[in-house]
């Protein structure tokens, strides 16, 4: 999906696929916590071959008292097995060129299975994040997960701050790795248009919520 600014509204666009029972609940899910039937999945039901699954991508894009584009994003993923234990290595690319884009406030936790039904919970530590300058233009902040192991839950957040809207980017609801739950909320500029337009395969199901209030 690629927003073009045109309408003053408030837009939810959601792709959730019916194949786990916790999406519905997937917002009231606290950071760093897990439900049972996450930690006792070991497939993904669409898709068996998969290494890993995105639980869930969700993003809140807004604006502050100088009309900067602020994106909060928050991503859980479950290994499901050995060759996706190299997923929870996050990169997190960013356009740093004129100090357009800042990435802050980053959070990490990883759920792992204990194996008699308990779990295991690892948070990501400040000193172990990074930030590199690619060139004049981007740079990236990168990372590796704590204990990820098959049957690993990571989740992670991050808030992205750009200088204008300008910087909106294309949301994908699917990625080279399955995603049940795809959730993308944003908050045009006042007294600003809306348009957007999303491709996909006519048989994937799509949700479209306007909301008008001001």
């Known amino acids: 999906m690629l927003p073009r600014i045109l309408s003053k509204s408030f837009t939810v666009l959601a792709f959730i696929l019916p194949a786990f029972a916790v999406q519905a609940q997937y917002n009231q899910i606290e950071f760093g916590q897990v439900t049972r039937e996450e930690l006792e999945m070991k497939e993904c039901a669409f898709d068996k071959?998969?290494?890993?699954?995105?639980?869930?991508?969700?993003?809140?894009?807004?604006?502050?008292?100088?009309?900067?584009?602020?994106?909060?994003?928050?991503?859980?993923?479950?290994?499901?097995k050995e060759r996706g234990i190299e997923r929870g290595n996050i990169r997190i690319p960013?356009?740093?060129?004129?100090?357009?884009?800042?990435?802050?406030?980053i959070e990490g936790a990883v759920v792992t299975p204990t194996g008699n039904g308990g779990f295991t919970t690892t948070a990501l530590e400040r000193k172990n994040i990074f930030n590199?300058?690619?060139?004049?233009?981007?740079?990236?902040?990168?990372?590796?997960?704590?204990?990820?192991?098959?049957?690993?839950?990571?989740?992670?957040?991050?808030?992205?701050?750009?200088?204008?809207?300008?910087?909106?980017?294309?949301?994908?609801?699917?990625?080279?790795?399955?995603?049940?739950?795809?959730?993308?909320e944003l908050s045009p500029l006042p007294n600003s248009e809306f348009a957007y337009s999303v491709y996909k395969a006519p048989t994937l199901p799509i949700d479209i919520i306007r909301n008008d209030k001001e």
């Open 49 to 80: 071959s998969a290494d890993a699954v995105v639980l869930l991508d969700h993003a809140v894009a807004y604006f502050n008292d100088q009309y900067n584009l602020i994106t909060e994003r928050r991503i859980r993923l479950k290994i499901l």
């Open 94 to 105: 960013y356009y740093s060129g004129d100090g357009f884009e800042a990435i802050r406030s």
């Open 132 to 184: 590199q300058q690619i060139n004049s233009f981007y740079s990236l902040q990168s990372f590796a997960m704590p204990n990820v192991q098959v049957g690993s839950i990571i989740d992670y957040k991050y808030q992205s701050i750009m200088k204008s809207y300008g910087g909106l980017k294309r949301w994908e609801f699917q990625k080279e790795i399955p995603v049940i739950t795809s959730y993308y």
